[in-house]
Protein backbone atom coordinates (compact mmCIF):
# COMPACT_ATOMS: atom_id res chain seq x y z
CA UNK A 1 0.00 0.00 0.00
CA UNK A 2 1.13 3.64 -1.23
CA UNK A 3 0.77 6.46 1.54
CA UNK A 4 1.47 9.87 1.37
CA UNK A 5 1.94 12.44 3.99
CA UNK A 6 1.86 15.99 3.37
CA UNK A 7 4.32 18.61 5.03
CA UNK A 8 3.85 22.06 6.16
CA UNK A 9 5.46 23.77 3.61
CA UNK A 10 3.83 21.27 0.85
CA UNK A 11 6.17 18.68 0.01
CA UNK A 12 4.64 14.96 -0.06
CA UNK A 13 6.26 11.91 0.76
CA UNK A 14 6.07 8.68 -0.45
CA UNK A 15 6.07 5.90 2.03
CA UNK A 16 4.85 2.55 2.34
CA UNK A 17 2.79 0.20 4.98
CA UNK A 18 5.18 -2.50 6.23
CA UNK A 19 3.46 -3.92 9.30
CA UNK A 20 -0.21 -3.18 10.82
CA UNK A 21 -1.42 -4.25 13.87
CA UNK A 22 -5.32 -4.85 13.26
CA UNK A 23 -5.76 -5.21 17.48
CA UNK A 24 -4.82 -1.69 17.75
CA UNK A 25 -5.34 0.13 14.63
CA UNK A 26 -1.67 0.66 14.47
CA UNK A 27 0.43 1.05 11.20
CA UNK A 28 4.51 0.75 10.47
CA UNK A 29 5.09 3.18 7.42
CA UNK A 30 8.52 3.06 5.57
CA UNK A 31 9.06 6.14 4.55
CA UNK A 32 11.29 7.38 1.83
CA UNK A 33 13.09 11.53 2.28
CA UNK A 34 16.12 13.30 0.97
CA UNK A 35 17.09 14.76 4.04
CA UNK A 36 16.83 14.00 7.79
CA UNK A 37 13.76 13.89 9.44
CA UNK A 38 12.60 14.98 12.84
CA UNK A 39 12.56 12.80 15.87
CA UNK A 40 10.33 12.77 19.12
CA UNK A 41 11.04 10.59 21.97
CA UNK A 42 8.35 7.94 23.40
CA UNK A 43 7.69 8.33 27.03
CA UNK A 44 5.80 5.82 29.99
CA UNK A 45 2.34 6.15 30.11
CA UNK A 46 2.52 3.60 32.90
CA UNK A 47 3.68 7.04 34.87
CA UNK A 48 0.50 8.89 34.26
CA UNK A 49 -1.92 10.31 36.63
CA UNK A 50 -5.37 11.38 36.29
CA UNK A 51 -5.27 15.05 36.47
CA UNK A 52 -2.00 15.53 34.40
CA UNK A 53 -1.86 18.09 31.63
CA UNK A 54 -1.63 16.62 28.27
CA UNK A 55 -1.62 18.41 24.57
CA UNK A 56 -3.11 16.44 21.35
CA UNK A 57 -1.14 16.89 17.93
CA UNK A 58 -3.35 16.47 15.02
CA UNK A 59 -4.89 17.62 11.70
CA UNK A 60 -8.24 18.44 12.66
CA UNK A 61 -10.94 19.18 10.60
CA UNK A 62 -8.36 19.25 8.18
CA UNK A 63 -6.74 22.26 9.75
CA UNK A 64 -3.03 21.07 9.58
CA UNK A 65 -0.88 21.28 12.91
CA UNK A 66 -3.69 21.55 15.00
CA UNK A 67 -2.66 21.76 18.85
CA UNK A 68 -5.80 21.10 21.72
CA UNK A 69 -4.75 20.27 25.36
CA UNK A 70 -6.40 19.17 28.59
CA UNK A 71 -6.09 16.62 31.21
CA UNK A 72 -5.38 13.01 32.06
CA UNK A 73 -9.25 11.44 32.98
CA UNK A 74 -8.06 7.71 32.89
CA UNK A 75 -5.31 6.01 32.02
CA UNK A 76 -6.74 2.23 31.14
CA UNK A 77 -9.95 3.01 29.98
CA UNK A 78 -12.19 0.05 28.89
CA UNK A 79 -14.94 1.14 26.01
CA UNK A 80 -15.87 -2.11 24.55
CA UNK A 81 -19.86 -2.30 24.87
CA UNK A 82 -20.15 1.47 26.00
CA UNK A 83 -22.99 2.49 23.70
CA UNK A 84 -22.34 6.13 23.07
CA UNK A 85 -18.89 4.56 21.16
CA UNK A 86 -19.39 4.32 17.38
CA UNK A 87 -15.91 2.11 16.41
CA UNK A 88 -14.90 -0.75 14.68
CA UNK A 89 -15.97 -3.37 17.40
CA UNK A 90 -12.93 -6.38 17.05
CA UNK A 91 -10.51 -3.28 17.36
CA UNK A 92 -12.20 -1.56 20.07
CA UNK A 93 -13.13 -5.06 22.40
CA UNK A 94 -9.48 -5.90 22.60
CA UNK A 95 -7.55 -2.32 23.59
CA UNK A 96 -7.48 -0.38 26.13
CA UNK A 97 -7.05 3.98 25.88
CA UNK A 98 -5.95 6.99 27.62
CA UNK A 99 -8.47 9.16 28.02
CA UNK A 100 -8.52 12.46 28.20
CA UNK A 101 -10.78 15.74 27.55
CA UNK A 102 -7.78 17.58 24.41
CA UNK A 103 -10.27 17.65 22.04
CA UNK A 104 -9.75 15.12 19.37
CA UNK A 105 -11.66 15.52 16.08
CA UNK A 106 -11.81 13.80 12.79
CA UNK A 107 -7.97 13.81 10.97
CA UNK A 108 -6.68 13.95 14.72
CA UNK A 109 -5.86 10.27 14.58
CA UNK A 110 -2.65 9.05 14.08
CA UNK A 111 -1.10 12.32 15.94
CA UNK A 112 0.32 12.10 19.16
CA UNK A 113 -1.16 12.88 22.43
CA UNK A 114 2.01 14.30 24.50
CA UNK A 115 3.08 15.41 28.07
CA UNK A 116 4.60 18.32 29.22
CA UNK A 117 8.43 17.47 28.89
CA UNK A 118 7.36 16.92 25.01
CA UNK A 119 7.20 13.34 24.87
CA UNK A 120 4.96 10.82 23.53
CA UNK A 121 2.30 8.75 25.78
CA UNK A 122 -0.24 7.90 23.44
CA UNK A 123 -1.08 8.02 19.60
CA UNK A 124 -4.53 9.88 18.85
CA UNK A 125 -7.85 7.38 17.78
CA UNK A 126 -10.84 9.02 18.24
CA UNK A 127 -13.17 11.35 19.85
CA UNK A 128 -17.53 10.90 20.96
CA UNK A 129 -19.42 13.52 19.28
CA UNK A 130 -23.45 13.41 19.59
CA UNK A 131 -24.04 15.30 22.52
CA UNK A 132 -20.52 14.44 24.26
CA UNK A 133 -18.13 16.83 25.01
CA UNK A 134 -14.79 16.89 26.77
CA UNK A 135 -14.67 12.85 25.96
CA UNK A 136 -11.15 11.67 23.61
CA UNK A 137 -9.29 8.17 23.69
CA UNK A 138 -5.56 7.79 22.63
CA UNK A 139 -3.52 3.99 22.30
CA UNK A 140 -1.25 4.14 25.19
CA UNK A 141 2.48 4.31 23.91
CA UNK A 142 2.80 0.97 25.34
CA UNK A 143 1.15 -0.34 22.77
CA UNK A 144 3.44 1.09 20.12
CA UNK A 145 6.23 -0.26 21.78
CA UNK A 146 5.08 -3.65 21.76
CA UNK A 147 4.43 -3.35 18.20
CA UNK A 148 7.80 -2.48 17.14
CA UNK A 149 9.45 -5.28 19.48
CA UNK A 150 7.39 -7.25 17.74
CA UNK A 151 7.99 -6.60 14.42
CA UNK A 152 11.66 -6.00 15.18
CA UNK A 153 11.66 -9.49 16.49
CA UNK A 154 9.58 -11.04 13.63
CA UNK A 155 6.94 -12.34 16.27
CA UNK A 156 4.24 -9.00 15.27
CA UNK A 157 0.70 -11.23 14.05
CA UNK A 158 0.04 -10.05 11.04
CA UNK A 159 -3.33 -11.49 10.67
CA UNK A 160 -5.96 -9.78 9.98
CA UNK A 161 -9.73 -10.14 11.23
CA UNK A 162 -12.92 -10.99 9.68
CA UNK A 163 -15.50 -8.35 9.63
CA UNK A 164 -18.92 -8.12 8.29
CA UNK A 165 -18.61 -3.78 7.95
CA UNK A 166 -20.86 -3.39 11.19
CA UNK A 167 -21.30 -0.52 13.79
CA UNK A 168 -22.74 -1.80 16.94
CA UNK A 169 -23.78 -1.60 20.22
CA UNK A 170 -24.53 -4.35 22.79
CA UNK A 171 -27.85 -4.70 23.81
CA UNK A 172 -28.35 -4.62 27.60
CA UNK A 173 -31.00 -4.64 29.80
CA UNK A 174 -31.54 -0.76 29.86
CA UNK A 175 -31.57 -0.35 25.96
CA UNK A 176 -33.79 -3.79 25.47
CA UNK A 177 -36.47 -2.24 28.07
CA UNK A 178 -36.29 0.89 26.20
CA UNK A 179 -36.79 -0.68 22.82
CA UNK A 180 -39.73 -3.08 23.94
CA UNK A 181 -41.24 -0.22 25.16
CA UNK A 182 -41.02 1.88 22.11
CA UNK A 183 -42.12 -1.26 19.81
CA UNK A 184 -38.89 -1.55 18.46
CA UNK A 185 -37.82 -4.93 19.82
CA UNK A 186 -39.44 -8.30 20.67
CA UNK A 187 -40.62 -8.82 24.27
CA UNK A 188 -38.77 -12.18 23.91
CA UNK A 189 -35.32 -10.91 22.94
CA UNK A 190 -33.30 -9.19 25.41
CA UNK A 191 -29.59 -9.57 24.61
CA UNK A 192 -28.04 -8.91 21.06
CA UNK A 193 -25.88 -6.27 18.89
CA UNK A 194 -28.13 -3.58 17.73
CA UNK A 195 -26.76 -2.33 14.63
CA UNK A 196 -25.37 1.36 14.93
CA UNK A 197 -25.16 1.26 11.25
CA UNK A 198 -23.07 -0.22 8.28
CA UNK A 199 -20.13 0.89 6.55
CA UNK A 200 -21.20 1.28 2.45
CA UNK A 201 -19.99 -1.12 0.12
CA UNK A 202 -19.41 -3.64 3.00
CA UNK A 203 -20.74 -7.33 3.40
CA UNK A 204 -23.51 -5.86 5.61
CA UNK A 205 -24.22 -3.43 3.80
CA UNK A 206 -24.84 -5.12 0.73
CA UNK A 207 -26.78 -7.92 2.39
CA UNK A 208 -29.17 -5.20 3.58
CA UNK A 209 -28.70 -5.38 7.30
CA UNK A 210 -29.89 -1.56 8.29
CA UNK A 211 -29.98 0.80 11.60
CA UNK A 212 -32.32 -0.80 14.07
CA UNK A 213 -31.52 -4.40 13.28
CA UNK A 214 -30.54 -6.54 16.72
CA UNK A 215 -28.32 -9.65 15.54
CA UNK A 216 -29.63 -12.62 17.83
CA UNK A 217 -27.57 -15.12 16.35
CA UNK A 218 -24.68 -16.07 13.85
CA UNK A 219 -24.77 -20.41 12.94
CA UNK A 220 -27.66 -20.92 15.42
CA UNK A 221 -25.09 -19.51 17.98
CA UNK A 222 -26.52 -16.65 20.41
CA UNK A 223 -24.54 -13.62 20.11
CA UNK A 224 -24.76 -11.59 23.11
CA UNK A 225 -21.80 -9.43 23.13
CA UNK A 226 -19.02 -7.86 20.69
CA UNK A 227 -16.29 -10.66 21.36
CA UNK A 228 -19.39 -13.34 20.80
CA UNK A 229 -19.85 -11.73 17.19
CA UNK A 230 -15.64 -11.32 16.77
CA UNK A 231 -15.37 -14.97 17.78
CA UNK A 232 -18.06 -16.24 15.29
CA UNK A 233 -16.84 -14.42 12.73
CA UNK A 234 -13.43 -15.63 13.32
CA UNK A 235 -14.21 -18.99 13.21
CA UNK A 236 -16.03 -18.55 10.12
CA UNK A 237 -12.65 -18.13 8.12
CA UNK A 238 -14.62 -15.81 5.83
CA UNK A 239 -16.87 -18.83 5.01
CA UNK A 240 -20.84 -17.27 4.75
CA UNK A 241 -22.48 -16.99 8.29
CA UNK A 242 -26.07 -17.10 8.54
CA UNK A 243 -26.86 -14.01 10.62
CA UNK A 244 -30.39 -14.58 12.30
CA UNK A 245 -32.00 -10.44 13.33
CA UNK A 246 -34.91 -8.93 14.43
CA UNK A 247 -36.39 -5.63 12.41
CA UNK A 248 -38.95 -3.54 13.93
CA UNK A 249 -42.58 -3.86 12.16
CA UNK A 250 -40.52 -7.08 10.08
CA UNK A 251 -39.93 -9.55 12.59
CA UNK A 252 -37.07 -12.06 12.98
CA UNK A 253 -35.19 -12.43 9.60
CA UNK A 254 -32.19 -14.65 8.38
CA UNK A 255 -29.63 -13.55 5.52
CA UNK A 256 -26.41 -15.23 4.69
CA UNK A 257 -23.17 -12.88 4.68
CA UNK A 258 -19.60 -13.79 3.76
CA UNK A 259 -17.26 -11.71 6.27
CA UNK A 260 -14.29 -10.35 4.50
CA UNK A 261 -10.73 -9.47 6.00
CA UNK A 262 -10.41 -5.72 7.23
CA UNK A 263 -6.86 -4.92 9.22
Excluded at 66 to 89: K, L, W
Aim: with cysteine; charged share 15%.
Amino acid sequence: KQWYQRRVRGEKLSGTVVAVDPNTDLALIKVKANFELPEIAMGDDTKLRPGQWVAAIGNSLHFPNTVTAGIISNISRSIADIPVVNYNASKVSRSKYIQTDAAINPGSSGGPLINLNGEVIGVNTMGLTGGANGIAFSIPITDVKRFLREFSAGTQNMQSSYSLGLQIITLKDDMASFLHHNGSLDPSVNSGIYVFDTMRNSPAHRAGLQKGDVIILINKVAICSRSDLSNALQQSNGRPVTVTFYRPNRGFLEVDIAPILSS
